[in-house]
């Protein structure tokens, strides 16, 4: 993978980092329950932190981290999974979480070693997202956010973890 190549596809996971929190955020304003409303928002502040990090990685390179395009999630999108059931809403998520490992262990591959310890953790966030909705789907709520706060927990105590 070129170098253009690399920062384009950091640059996407920036972006699309941007659009988690603001999707999980929208999530959160959504729903009745406190429970999920809590849940959406600790998942939002992962959006965040590792949108931080990729935006570091960014600015390393000489790059900004900014777009002029406006970064929200339509309506439209926000609606049809608070709309779906759960589970639905659940394995919609695994496959989009699936390929977003996929494409961020290639951009780990070809890191360079400076930035391997962010790299590293959006596959990290990515994986803990996994583990999130696997467990939701098996109904394994009480324990589905364990690997998310811990990885959150990491990221407080060590920004470069």
């Known amino acids: 993978m ?19 929190e603001v999707f999980f955020k929208a999530l959160a304003d959504r729903t009745e329950d406190r429970s999920m409303r809590s849940t959406w928002q600790t998942l939002a502040k992962l959006e965040n ?32 999974y608070a709309a779906a059931s759960h589970l639905d809403s659940m394995l919609r998520m695994k496959d989009v979480v699936e390929k977003a490992i996929i494409h961020f262990d290639q951009l780990l591959a070809v890191a360079p070693d400076a930035d391997v310890p962010s790299v590293q953790f959006l596959v990290h966030h990515e994986q803990a997202l996994l ?9 394994n709520h009480d324990h ?18």
């Open 49 to 80: 932190v590792t949108g931080q990090r990729m935006a570091a990685v960014l600015t390393a390179h000489g790059e900004a981290a900014t777009t002029d395009e406006a970064i929200e999630v339509g309506d439209e999108i926000v609606n049809r």
């Open 144 to 161: 589905a956010l364990e690997d998310v706060q811990k990885l959150l927990t990491l990221s407080n105590k060590d920004p470069h973890a």
């Open 2 to 20: 070129e170098r253009d190549n690399y920062l384009d596809g950091i640059r996407s996971a920036w972006l699309g980092e941007q659009l988690g």
């Open 131 to 139: 583990t999130f909705v696997e467990r939701e789907i098996a109904g």
